[in-house]
C-alpha cells in the first residue's frame, strides 16, 4: 500500500461527487479521524493521521493513529490490548476528515480508563441559564479499566 | 454567556477527571466539533468553533460553528434550514474536542445535499487488497435536497 492510492486534487466535482479517494491533509500534514463505536455509534475518540498512518490503517483494517503529542505512529492498542477493528472506512464531501466505525477489542479507547473520550457532558440552551450550570456531568460511572495497570507509568499524552 | 465559563487549565488530573469546563483551544483559537445525529448515531459532519462560535452554541442550544474557508460564525441551518437542535453536548478526556448530539431539523447535514457528510466509503484490510479496491463507494443513494435551491450562487466552501 503507497501514496499512489491517493488522487490528485482536481476540482470540486472531482473531490464531492467523484469515486476519487482524494483526501486533503493540513498544512501539519495531518488529517482529523472520528472514531466510533460499530455497534452503539457512540463517538469514542477524535484523532489524527499523517499519510503513513493512514496507509497502515488501510492496510491492516485496524486503526493507526499520529499521536501529536508524542509524534509518533500510534497503532492503537499494541500497548492497551485495546485494538480498533476498522469495520467500516468514509471520507466526508471534501475529503479532509475521516470517519471509522470499529469494534473495539476489550470495549474501551480512552487513556483515562472509561469507555469513550468523552464521559463528561455541559449543559445547553435553557438549561444552561442556572447559575450552576456551568459545570461538566460525568456520563460513565465506571471506567472499564486502571490506566496504571495497562500504561504503567507511560507518560500522559494530555497536554495542558 | 461569557467567557467566565472557561475555566483555566490547571492540571492533567483537574483537565480529565473534575467538572471544570476547561476548553483548549489550538494555535488558531478554534476547537474540533463531531456531530452526531440525536436518534441513529450516524457522523453528520465534522466541523470547529471559536471561542464565540463555542459560546453562542451552549447559550442557543444550537450549533454555530467557525467556517475556515469563509471565516465568519456559522449558524447552522440560518441559510438552509437546517437548524442542529443540540440534544447533549460532551467534551473528551483531554478537552480539545466537542462531541454534539442533535436533532437537524429537514433531516441534512451537508452541503452537497446528502443527510451525512460522510457519503462515501473506501474498503479496508483483506477488502483492501484488489487493485479496484482504492475507489470510493457511495453510500447514500439519493440527495435529501438540491443545493442550488438551497444555497443558490452561494460559494462552495469546499477548499481543494
Known amino acids: 500500500m503507497n501514496e499512489d492510492i491517493f488522487k490528485a486534487r482536481e476540482s470540486i466535482e472531482q473531490v464531492e461527487e ?20 460499530y455497534e452503539s455509534g457512540e463517538v469514542l ?6 499519510k503513513e498512518a493512514l496507509l497502515q490503517t488501510i492496510e491492516l483494517g485496524e486503526a493507526v493513529y499520529y499521536s501529536r503529542s508524542r509524534k509518533v505512529l500510534w497503532h492503537k492498542g499494541k500497548t492497551s490490548g485495546l485494538v480498533q477493528k476498522v469495520k467500516e472506512f468514509r471520507i466526508d464531501d471534501d475529503q479532509d476528515c475521516v470517519w471509522l466505525r470499529v469494534d473495539v477489542q476489550g470495549g474501551a479507547s480512552c487513556h483515562v480508563g472509561y469507555r469513550s473520550c468523552f464521559y463528561r457532558s455541559l449543559p445547553v440552551g435553557d438549561a444552561a441559564k442556572d447559575s450552576s450550570s456551568s459545570n ?25
Chains 1, 2 share one sequence.
Open 18 to 37: 467523484s469515486h476519487d479517494f482524494a483526501p486533503k491533509f493540513d498544512e501539519k500534514g495531518l488529517i482529523p479521524v472520528v472514531t466510533t463505536d
Open 136 to 160: 461538566l456531568s460525568f456520563t460513565e460511572s465506571e471506567k472499564v479499566f486502571d490506566p496504571k495497570e495497562v500504561y504503567g507509568d507511560a507518560p500522559n499524552p494530555t497536554l495542558l
Open 45 to 50: 475518540m477524535q484523532g489524527y493521521m499523517n
